[in-house]
């Protein structure tokens, strides 16, 4: 009898558990899908409260699901321009590059990955941007040059240029140094805060920047000096790379060849021209063949030569 | 190996690569020259003793070469075809020389690579030569580089004088040094010798030094002092009457006695050129060389000068793997309007920062033959953009021609830029 008691408990328990664990499943997944439905959803009325354009995140969740991303995934993506719009930070470009990694069908973590570091990078730069801003030289340069633009939309353009910078593993201190470089008297009373902010964002482009960031330095504050204006600056890590494939050369050669090319005065756009030539203007041979029979040791010579 | 066989590895090569790479320069030389020379070791090309062609001279030479980058690698592939007539109705001298080159960047300042050759020339006679030469070059600082070379020639006449043939191997060396001084100053010097002779280099060795100066205008002048010093065994025919010639590439001579000769030859060359354009250039050159020799009393003098034009093309080579596009930006009554030029199917897009990215794009209308075009009023800033080419279901992003300014888009790929001022 205690047998037969024992075992319709036991059949009781193991119907309990089985029915308990049949509403755990039901109810799970919908659960999820609900808290992930609530999640983007309360940022993206975050976002909006903070700035950010409701048809831009209309737009955002539209194209997120033609590229199958998950609603969880979405939040994932929409955060750090969040995060940024909360630290009252530009977020501008992190949406564009939003956009960009979805028209490429970029993988959906592999862009978050990027978002997150491009986010990281530009609340680093506040703590190397904000102060320099307030240095009085950069202070009378933003006074001079009203005209080009609201003082917040030229902090905004530095912080994206050295986001860009420490997020392409420029050291905080480099990029620190650099711009302490570019608010001498010398380069502010000359420049535009529009090339100010190009020449920060080339500084990791540059060939040199793999392991001579102080080439990197010297030759944008020579460009600079040197006249080079904003567009001749984003050509430079193109053409110097240009240069450095048809000429076979360390790129330290050709920073020095666009060295010398200054300094003897010749115009930004005749030294990018030589550049994207393959050549440097003098200095180091820059891969232009030569006439064969100058060539010693091809046979040619008769004399033995080799 | 024959010039077509040569041909046909190089294409085999070649052709491959053509098809999938923009990174691909091909320049083609020719130069016309007509020139004076009392002797045809001063004559370019020819460079055999021979006093007896003491006459003007033609020169008409083209030369194709295939230059291929990536990454850490270079090829350059060459070959040309030489014709030299005498104005004195000797025979006319001729022939191929083809060239291969390979250049690895070790690291940075360290290359290393080797060179391949052949080349055959004839008249009266016909003189083959094939090389082969490693080499590794340091860059000790940015406008210095060292050379050293280590190879193998193989020299080889066929018919010459009274039907003698010989074939004969030298295996050499060099060590080289350019550097530019000051920055229009280029200053090169290079040591010379057969590995036969070490450790007592000082037998057979020669030197050059040439000195430089390029002008800003493209003008070059360069003077080059040559010191070429055999100091070896050789055989001579003293009673035959010829010239004596500077071994080991004088003539094969008929053999009478064996004496050790020391020859030496002091050349100094000077040449200025002057480009009329872009692509075509005029130069002349004078050529003096001493020749003193153990075996004969005096010295001999001769001279060369002659002048000439040179041309260089640069065509851009047809590819047929990528579509790669060089878009134009132009600025037009306050708008900035965008010309493309593509060959093949499918419709073009223009996307980048200034849509958010939003495809399809911006159409782009083919306003003439594969000539596409769009516009659009931009703010002053910097923009990033790509062109998507649509074919029916198919996307495809097309590739820029390396011309076109872009920059790394922070996914592995690269993005075009435009600058608004």
């Keep these: 009898m205690s047998n037969q008691n024992h075992m319709k408990k036991l059949i009781y328990l193991v119907s309990v558990f089985v029915k308990l664990a049949l509403l755990c499943l039901l109810g799970l997944f919908p659960a999820s899908s609900y808290a992930q439905q609530t999640s983007f959803s309360i940022l993206s009325e975050k976002a909006e409260e903070l700035g950010i354009e409701e048809s831009l995140i209309t737009r955002l969740q539209e194209r997120a699901n033609m590229n199958g991303i998950s609603e969880g995934k979405l939040a994932d993506i929409l955060e750090p321009a969040v995060a940024l719009a909360e630290d009252n930070l530009p977020f501008d470009k992190l949406l564009e590059k939003t956009f960009e990694g979805l028209a490429k069908n970029i993988p959906d973590q592999v862009l978050i990955n990027v978002l997150q570091r491009l986010q990281k990078a530009t609340q680093q730069s506040v703590g190397i941007v904000d102060p320099w801003l307030q240095e009085r030289s950069v202070q009378r340069m933003l006074e001079r040059t009203e005209s080009e633009g609201s003082s917040q939309q030229f902090r905004n353009n530095m912080l994206n240029s050295a986001g860009r910078a420490l997020s392409q593993g420029i050291p905080e201190e480099s990029v620190a140094n650099f711009m302490n470089e570019l608010k001498s008297d010398e380069i502010l009373s000359q420049v535009n805060t529009s090339e100010m902010v190009t020449s920060l964002n080339i500084l990791a482009d540059l060939p040199t920047s793999n392991g001579n960031l102080d080439i990197s330095q010297k030759l944008i504050i020579r460009a600079l000096k040197g006249g080079f204006g904003s567009s001749d600056l984003q050509k430079l890590p193109s053409a110097m790379q240009m240069a450095q494939n048809k000429g076979q050369l360390p790129s330290n050669s050709i920073a020095n060849g666009i060295f010398e090319q200054i300094q003897a005065g010749s115009p930004a756009a005749e030294i990018l021209q030589s550049l994207f030539d393959g050549k440097i203007g003098g200095g180091p041979p820059a891969g232009v063949p030569g006439r064969p029979e100058n060539l010693p040791g091809r046979g040619n010579s008769g004399n033995g030569q080799q | ?421």
Aim: charged share 20%; hydrophobic share 35%; proline share 5%.
């Design chain 2, 1 to 421: 190996m024959s010039l077509k066989s040569y041909i046909m590895v190089i294409s085999t090569v070649l052709v491959p690569i053509l098809s999938q790479s923009q990174d691909i320069q091909m320049t083609f030389m020719s130069e016309l020259r007509a020139g004076y020379s009392t002797n045809t070791y001063l004559n370019p090309f020819f460079s055999e003793w021979d006093r007896t062609y003491n006459s003007g001279y033609g020169l008409a030479s083209t030369f194709g070469q295939l230059s291929w980058d990536k990454e850490n690698h270079n090829v350059e592939v060459s070959g040309g075809y030489v014709y030299e007539p005498f104005f004195d109705n000797q025979a006319t001298w001729r022939g191929y020389l083809a060239y291969a080159k390979y250049v690895g960047q070790l690291k940075p300042n360290i290359h290393a690579g080797v060179n391949i050759g052949t080349s055959s020339f004839q008249s009266n006679f016909t003189r083959s030569l094939h090389w082969v030469q490693p080499f590794v070059t340091w860059f000790p600082s940015a406008f210095t580089s060292l050379n050293l070379k280590v190879g193998s020639n193989l020299r080889e006449y066929v018919g010459y004088q009274d039907s003698l043939n010989s074939k004969n191997r030298i295996d050499s060396y060099a060590l080289e040094i350019e550097s530019w001084p000051a920055f229009r100053w280029q200053l090169k010097a290079g040591l010379y010798g057969s590995l036969e002779n070490i450790p007592a280099i000082q037998d057979g060795l020669s030197a050059a030094v040439s000195v430089s100066h390029l002008f800003p205008n493209g003008s070059k002048i360069t003077s080059e002092l040559q010191f070429i010093n055999y100091n070896s065994e050789a055989t001579v025919t003293i009673d035959s009457g010829n010239e004596p010639g500077p071994p080991p590439t004088g003539p094969p001579t008929h053999t009478t006695d064996t004496q050790t000769i020391s020859d030496q030859i002091f050349k100094l060359k000077l040449e200025g050129a002057y480009p009329l354009k872009k692509n075509i250039s005029i130069f002349i050159a004078s050529e003096n060389s001493f020749y003193q020799s153990s075996a004969i009393e005096n010295s001999i003098g001769d001279v060369q000068i002659s002048g000439g034009i040179r041309f260089n093309l640069n065509p851009t080579l047809p590819t047929s793997g990528k579509n790669y596009i060089e878009p134009k930006w132009m600025e037009e009554s306050d708008k900035q309007s965008i010309r493309v030029k593509y060959r093949g199917k499918g419709n073009l897009f223009l996307i980048g920062d200034f849509n958010n990215w939003e495809k399809p794009g911006i159409p782009l209308i083919e306003v003439r033959k594969n000539n596409y075009k769009t516009e659009m009023k931009l703010e002053t800033g910097l923009y990033e953009y790509r062109i998507l080419l649509i074919n029916g279901t198919e996307e495809e992003w097309l590739e820029f021609s390396n011309n076109v300014y872009t920059i790394k888009d922070s996914f592995d790929g690269t993005n075009a830029v435009l600058t608004v001022e």
